[in-house]
Structure formats: C-alpha cells, structure tokens
C-alpha cells in the first residue's frame, strides 16, 4: 500500500486538494465518485493511506510527503513550498509561487487529466493549463499573494465563494434546463445558501463573540506584557484578526497604539506562535514582519541567529514563528520590535 504525507493540526486548502490529485493517479490510486448531470467518475477502492504528521521519522516512511518536510524534490517524491528560496511557479505565463497544490498538479495533473477525459496530447496539454487558472487562486491564497494591486488588473481570479458556487449549481448550457430540472436545481442551491446562513448566525453566537472577549482582555493587559503596548498574549488560541483592528478602532480615541504582534499557544503542538499584525483585515502585508535574518529558517539554527533558546521556525514570508515555550515567543517578540 502506498503513503502519502502530510502535516497534522490544521489542514489548508493545498494539501486537502494535493492528497485528492494524488489519489487520481495511477500510483497514488483512491476512491470516490463526482457526478453531474449524465457525467459520473468512478474512482477505484482505496489503496493508499495518508499519514498526517511533522514527525520527519514518521515522514520518512511515507512513498511522497506535501506540504511539509522543506523539501521539493520530484525524485524524491517530497513536495514541500515553506522552505526559503522555494521561488518555483506553474510557468506558462503564470507567475504566482505554487503552494502543495499547484507543485502536484504541476507534476501529475497531466496524466490525471488524460486518465479522467481520455483527450488527445493536444487537448490535455491546454486542459491542463485552462484548468490551472482554478488552481492558481488556492497557491495565491495559501502563499499570501494579494489578488489586486491597483491600477492593474487582478493577478488571480478566484470564484469559489458563496455566489459562484451557487452559479455552477445550474445546468450547463448543453445539460437539460427544462422546469423542473432547474427548479430542483434551485432548491439545492435555496438547501445550499440556508445552510450557510445558518452555520454563520450560529458561528457568530457561539464562537465570534467569545473570541472578542477574549481580544478584549489582551488589549487592556497588554502594556502588562510589554511597555510599549505592541504586543497582544493570548493564554489560548482564538480568533482574533477580526476583533483586533475594530477594537483598535473603538479605541483610539483613548489609545492609538497599534499593536505588532500576537502571542498564543498552538493548539496541536503545544508549542507558542508569534504573528506579525497584518496591515488591514484583507492584507497579507504586516505592520512589521519578523526580522528577514530569521526568515526560513527553524530549530537550532534559528535560535542560534536569534540568541534565543527553543526556536521553532519562522515562516520564510516572516508572518509568523515559533517558539517551544511562553517566554522564549515573548523574547521573539521583544527583541523583532527592536530590529
């Protein structure tokens, strides 16, 4: 039986797409069914399994890793995109940094294609790039690439939101459009957006508002933390993007200090991450990212450059970082204020 790996905690878009790709292969065989309309794929019965973990004993086992290991390396089968100096794009004329997702279908997306539609040389090779436009937005959002940069034109297109889902719900325009096909059609998508509906209402009551008290209390103790009242501690992980800049906001009359970074436990590891405070709620851009001498690099080597025991990682963009204890993500935090 074949392995594939990837990270455990919290899983993104790229990797849940990438292990997909991997079971359509040939090599990576899974199983699962799409149908619309007339059309249905059959996929056969499992025979891989999926080892999430960041365990590199574990990882070692596994016949292809992505998404974790800071490897890219097709013969070895490792698919990784955090590490630093990891520049490789789809080419073609797209230029966005691929994420797990874009780096398999890169490399397997053409025979999965001709295994699924049994197209042409020609055809598969323009199915392969047509399709990577969908793609693209996955790698742009999972490697923190901004859609727009005013006055150009935006640099992804993405349409999987809550309205072009509902879109593709209805027939294609050589698919039956007759009354009633559409008017099941429309009770799926009325089913579809009901539910969305009420998972954010619901969402809001139980979990949103909990998490602003909590952004609440770290902003009032913060200049307990440190005395420039820059960085937010959180003693557990919640939401928190959000909160901060309206809160910051409501406040300013009487406080204007913005804060740079936020402290909190990682829920999975144990461990404690240091966030750079992004510019706006929608921005990838930091007030202040960690220090570009600790960018891509983790363990003992970044502590080494750091002068601070128990290091983790930092991620090679310098959104964020890593620290084995409390005290030594608030060190990290003091001393990037500085630099």
Same mark, same amino acid.
């Given at each position: 039986m074949q392995t594939i790996g990837t990270h455990n905690g919290t899983f993104h878009c790229d990797e849940a797409l990438a292990v997909f790709l991997l079971r359509l292969t040939g090599t990576y065989r899974g199983a699962g069914a799409h149908a619309r309309g007339s059309s249905t794929f059959s996929f056969p019965k499992i025979t891989t399994e999926v080892k999430r973990s960041r365990d590199?004993?574990?990882?070692?086992?596994c016949d292809i890793v992505v998404d974790v290991g800071a490897v890219y390396d097709e013969s070895r089968q490792r698919?990784?995109?955090?590490?630093?100096?990891?520049?490789e794009v789809f080419g073609y004329?797209?230029?966005t940094k691929l994420s797990s997702a874009?780096? +398999? %279908? #890169?490399?397997?997306?053409?025979? +999965?294609?001709?295994? !699924?539609?049994?197209?042409?040389?020609?055809?598969?090779?323009?199915?392969?790039? !047509?399709? %990577? #436009?969908? +793609?693209?937005?996955?790698?742009?959002?999972?490697? *923190?690439?901004?859609? %727009?940069?005013?006055?150009?034109?935006?640099? %992804?297109?993405?349409?999987t939101d809550l309205s072009n889902r509902v879109s593709w719900l209805n027939p294609s325009w050589n698919e039956p459009a007759d009354a009633q096909t559409v008017d099941s059609l429309f009770a799926k998508a009325s089913q579809l957006t009901g539910e969305e509906f009420l998972g954010r209402l619901m969402y809001y009551a139980d979990a949103w508002l909990p998490a602003r008290d909590i952004v609440l209390s770290a902003l009032s103790t913060r200049y307990n933390v440190d005395p420039s009242g820059k960085i937010l501690l959180f003693e557990q992980f919640a939401p928190w993007k959000e909160h901060l800049f309206e809160l910051e906001v409501e406040q300013r009359s009487t406080d204007d200090v913005l804060s740079i970074y936020v402290l909190?436990?990682?829920?999975?590891?144990?461990?404690?991450? +240091?966030q750079a405070v992004a510019i706006s709620p929608s921005s990838?851009?930091?007030? #202040?990212?960690?220090?570009?001498?600790?960018? *891509?690099l983790r363990d003992d080597e970044l502590s080494g450059i750091s002068g601070i025991d128990g290091c983790v990682f930092v991620h090679a963009s310098g959104f964020i970082g890593g620290n084995k204890t409390r005290q030594g993500a608030l060190s990290l935090a003091k001393l990037a204020l500085t630099m």
């Open positions: 590199t004993v574990v990882l070692d086992t698919f990784d995109h955090h590490q630093r100096g990891f520049q004329g797209f230029t874009g780096l +398999i %279908y #890169k490399h397997f997306g053409k025979e +999965i294609i001709a295994s !699924k539609t049994g197209a042409e040389s020609e055809k598969v090779h323009q199915l392969w790039l !047509k399709v %990577y #436009k969908f +793609i693209e937005a996955i790698d742009a959002v999972d490697n *923190g690439v901004s859609q %727009y940069s005013s006055p150009d034109p935006p640099k %992804y297109c993405n349409r909190y436990p990682d829920e999975t590891s144990g461990d404690w991450r +240091i990838f851009e930091s007030r #202040k990212a960690l220090p570009d001498t600790w960018r *891509g």
